[in-house]
């Protein structure tokens, strides 16, 4: 008869940061392709002012979570750290090696936290959110004048006898031309990395969708109810548990 146990793993502060993010990027991303798309349905400039500052406070509350998140890897539990996070230290590929073994061979190795391949992607999709985060805290004062850059790029931009404090988006006859084309050249590089960005993170969202589904169906655990309850339930000794005895060990 298999014997479940019942394991603590997802403290408070990471189940409110993974819930928090789930609904800030589905409400960036809906309203980032309807800005990128503003034309085709419609939307004119108020409009898209609207769409826009809308995108930005969101962006915010986005913004703070990550950082939260941030902060967690060092002061959070053993299994929200950097060391239950990154890919690589001692024994890491090794332990990749027995991962992909043991699934091949339908005996799934369970782990408390993620699985090696499951590091390696969440690893990239923080980085991803991380540079979603920067260039789009950028780009809010270069196309609204917004905190945290807004009110130097508007003294940077305004024309003579203008009160940066007055500028308004999409109103060139507020601008120095030559200094507006200087800041366009400055925001291209993070209009390029945030776009890009933006569809690379909506693909390793659905691939890490697509990835705890499956992990799910082949190894067991609760891994979805475990980011809700904060607990897995496992009917073997997790591959990680030395790991989570040894980093309780460093509090």
């Known amino acids: ?69 941030l902060l967690q890897a060092f ?17 890491y590929l090794a332990e990749v090696g027995r991962y992909v073994a043991a699934l091949r061979s339908g ?23 991380v540079a979603q985060a920067i260039t789009g805290l950028v780009l809010a004062g270069t196309d609204l004048f917004y905190p945290p850059l807004g009110s130097w790029i508007a003294g940077q931009v305004a024309a003579p006898g203008i009160d940066p404090a007055t500028l308004v988006p999409y109103a060139p006859q507020m601008y120095d031309e030559e200094a507006w084309q200087a800041m366009r050249a400055f925001r291209e590089p993070f209009i390029t990395v ?13 691939l890490h969708i697509i990835a705890v589904v499956l992990t799910e169906l082949r190894e067991g655990g609760g891994l979805v109810s475990a980011m809700i309850t904060g607990r897995k339930v496992l009917d073997q000794a997790p591959s990680d548990l030395d790991s989570a005895a040894e980093e309780r060990g460093r509090d």
């Not at 019942?6 to 409110?16: E, F, L």
């Not at 936290?113 to 923080?126: K, T």
């Open 75 to 91: 002061t959070g539990g053993p299994h929200a750290r950097w060391r239950a996070i990154l890919p690589g230290g001692s024994g």
């Open 107 to 129: 005996q799934p190795r369970q782990y408390l936290g993620h699985n090696p391949l499951g590091r390696l992607s969440v690893s990239f999709i923080l980085l991803l959110l």
């Open 1 to 69: 008869m298999t014997e479940y146990r019942t394991w603590t793993v997802w403290d408070a502060g990471i189940r409110w940061f993974h819930w928090i993010n789930v609904l800030c990027v589905l409400g960036l991303a809906g309203l980032g392709l309807a800005i990128l798309n503003s034309k085709t349905l419609g939307v004119g400039t108020e409009g898209k002012i609207l769409l826009k500052t809308v995108h930005v406070w969101i962006g915010y509350v986005f913004a703070l979570n990550l950082a939260w998140r």
């Open 194 to 206: 945030h776009y890009y960005g933006f569809y690379t993170l909506l693909a390793m969202v659905l």
